[in-house]
């Protein structure tokens, strides 16, 4: 079997009208979805796959939340265009008691999954996308799609990969009455990092600046591995839009439900997004929402499957991180959610004699070689000669990880070999082919 080439495969599913007057033109599915695809493909084919590509919770939905949907089954009427009220008052609940930030229901958006409410949300402003690079892989496909101009601000392996105060500021004095939309996103997709609250202050000074809306992308947040997640809103609450959601947090990418939570003064962002949300996607889901209540009212037992949640990620996520900086890689510690982007420079020469010249290839070869699944630096922003990837340690059995991560139980490589051991394996496997 050759190399795979994974930019044919997600080409092939390109329509083949490609090159008529589509709003699409260029774009393939998305990529993180192009790769599970393929990864699942291999491994019906009997090939041993370690699928550190698609990000998706290796967690269960908590026990009192699927039951709260189990009770739920027969709610089937549609449900108001921004949300179940009791669901809106829970979300509000949720961020007044987690992040300190006091909203009413009516500053509460619900959506099929925060990346439909990102999609409206750059469909009803009108400005310029603003995004750091690396950053989530959907950000800017969106802005394409609606057409909107998208202003990549390159970060630095150096800073972690954070956007500086200063970058953005760059950006601003460009065009300083320019209408912009930033989105933040931490802890982040992809490189695993989040922000000290001095960067928060100097970011959200910028913003208040030069009038930046920030949709402040909050769905790791309760991943954040000492539970002490902090928002940009508690510093520019009057520009700040706070998205997240139960894909991430609670183990339910596929329920699809996302929220939005505004302050008052961007309340006609709000208005505006639920014309929209009229006219296309309704109302989201009646029986998740009624269980979503469940989730946002919290209580100990979901306290629990949080607190072991993070220790779980806590072992593994610096665990494969120091693993591959043995092997040369240099890359952040990882604070919080499921990612690492460990940049592969130090290979280059050697990378190169294999003909391996951008991170594309190198995702194929790791993919085709040693059997590991990732995502390639490229599809989120970098250039593509740039030696860096994407991958997300979530292949593991999250219930039975849960429940051996009890309190008191040592959260270190160890635990990590023993209940994540694909994501181990997998690590190894990718020393021992740089080593080859
Ligand atoms: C950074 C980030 N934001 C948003 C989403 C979208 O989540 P959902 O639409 O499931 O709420 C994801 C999903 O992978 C993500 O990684």
């Known amino acids: 079997m ?27 599915p998305s990529a993180t979805l192009a790769i599970n695809e393929h990864s699942f493909a291999l491994q019906q084919a009997g090939r041993e796959v370690f699928r550190l590509g ?65 999609f409206i949300l750059q469909l009803v402003f009108y400005g310029d996308l603003v995004i750091p ?17 998208i202003h990549r601000i390159d970060t630095s392996p150096d800073n ?5 105060a200063e970058e953005l500021e760059a950006l601003c004095l460009e065009d300083p009455t320019r209408p912009r939309l930033l989105i933040l996103n931490y802890p982040n997709n992809p490189v695993g990092v989040t922000y000290p609250i001095e960067q928060l202050q100097a970011l959200a000074g910028i913003a208040r600046q030069y009038g930046v809306i920030v949709l402040s992308d909050e769905i790791y947040g309760e991943l954040h591995f000492d539970g002490a997640h902090r928002s940009i809103a508690e510093f520019y609450p009057e520009g ?21 939570i505004f302050p008052p003064e961007l309340r006609w962002l709000l208005d505006a997004m639920a014309v929209v949300a009229s006219e296309t996607f309704t109302t989201t889901s009646a029986p998740v929402q009624y269980a979503a209540i469940t989730a946002y009212q919290g ?16 072992s593994v996520g610096p665990a494969a991180a120091a693993r591959l900086r043995e092997a040369d890689c240099h890359l952040p510690d990882p604070q919080g959610g499921f990612y690492l982007f460990p940049d592969f420079s130090a290979h280059r020469e050697k990378l190169q004699q294999r003909g391996i010249i951008s991170s594309r290839q190198l995702c194929e070869h790791l993919l085709e070689d040693a059997g590991v ?14 030696f860096t ?48």
Not at 10 to 16: D, L, S, T, W, Y
Not at 160 to 164: A, F, I, P, Y
């Open 373 to 386: 699944a990732t995502l390639p630096g490229t599809d989120f922003g970098r250039p593509a000669t740039e």
């Open 240 to 260: 700040t839009i706070i998205s997240s959601g139960l894909s991430k947090w609670a183990g339910a990418g596929g329920w699809r439900l996302g929220t939005f």
């Open 54 to 118: 698609l990000g998706q919770s290796p967690f269960p939905v908590p026990g009192p939340v699927v039951q709260a949907l189990q009770a739920n089954a027969h709610q089937k009427d549609y449900l108001p265009v921004k949300g179940l009220q009791a669901l809106r008052e829970a979300v509000a609940g949720y961020h007044q008691r987690v992040n300190g930030i006091v909203r009413e229901a009516e500053d509460v958006i619900i959506g099929p999954g925060s990346k439909e409410l990102m």
């Open 2 to 28: 050759g190399i795979i080439d994974l930019e044919r495969v997600r080409k092939a599913h390109m329509p083949q009208t490609a090159h008529l007057n589509l709003n699409v033109r260029g774009l393939g």
């Open 389 to 436: 990837l994407r991958m997300a340690y979530v292949d593991f059995d999250g219930e039975a990880a849960l429940q051996a991560a009890a309190e008191g139980v040592a959260m270190d490589e160890a635990f990590a070999r023993e209940h994540c051991p694909n994501v181990m394996t997998a690590i190894d496997r990718i020393q021992a082919w740089l080593a080859v």
């Open 299 to 314: 209580g100990s037992e979901i306290d629990d499957y949080l607190a072991r949640s993070r220790r779980v990620l806590t």
């Open 160 to 164: 972690d990969w954070r956007l500086q």
């Open 133 to 149: 690079a690396p950053s989530w892989v959907s950000y800017s496909p969106q802005a394409s799609i609606i057409g909107r101009q």
